[in-house]
């Protein structure tokens, strides 16, 4: 063989096999994804459909694959997001919120507080309070913040059980947050919740939290 030619030849299969090399590495990257800790802190932050945006979209078929077939809590629950609101994908409502209940069924906080306030909201499904508190106490009793205060003012509304009222007290006299807004709302909840309650009750609410 011609030395050019095999030169040629030797130097074609290194820069094939540094191309492959580098297909490789970003497959796996793309696999990766983002973890399971990661995406929730996402949702939590409400960035999670945002950051799928800013991604260009490129990340669809790994989420889904993700949510349909590893069934992955957090993935389950963004691509139930996607669906319901056409996010890189053609709106599902219908199977958007299968997707967020499966989430929820799994445990996910997120997923039990969206669907709660989506039945107290009547947001895409049919307003439904009672079916929302069960959503919403799941969650708060996991430490969900959010799903605490909105199950306290369904409670105000007078949805839900008075023998719940105890335990929503005690989480929320025990919340800490840096939010002035959520603060006072906490506040508030806890005021109109303390007339409700027999002050022995009231006590008994204000023991530490995990006590």
Not at 28 to 41: G, K, M, N, R
Not at 108 to 119: I, T
Not at 169 to 190: F, G, P, R, V
């Amino acid at each position: 063989m011609n030395p050019i030619t095999f030169a040629a030849n030797l130097l074609f299969s290194c820069l094939f096999l540094l191309v492959t090399v580098a297909q490789a590495e970003e497959e796996i990257v793309a696999v990766q994804l983002y973890s399971q800790d990661e995406l929730i802190e996402m949702i939590n932050r409400n960035e999670h459909l945002a950051r799928v945006v800013n991604d260009r979209c490129q990340l669809v078929q790994d989420i889904e694959a993700r949510a349909e077939t590893l069934r992955v809590p957090a993935y389950q629950f963004l691509w139930g997001d996607m669906l319901a609101w056409g996010v890189c994908v053609k709106a599902d409502p219908k199977r958007g919120i299968a997707f967020i209940q499966l989430a929820a069924e799994q445990g996910l906080p997120a997923g039990l507080e969206q669907l709660g306030r989506y039945y107290a909201q009547g947001k895409l499904v049919q307003q439904d309070k009672e079916r929302a508190v069960v959503f919403l106490r799941e969650a708060s009793g996991q430490g969900h913040l959010k799903a605490q205060i909105e199950l306290a003012e369904l409670f105000i509304e007078g949805y839900g059980s008075p023998y719940d009222y105890v335990d929503a007290y005690h989480w929320l006299y025990n919340a800490i947050t840096a939010d002035k807004k959520e603060h006072a709302k906490i506040s508030k909840c806890l005021t109109e919740l303390e007339k409700l309650m027999h002050p022995k009750a009231v006590r008994e609410a204000k023991r530490p939290l995990n006590s």
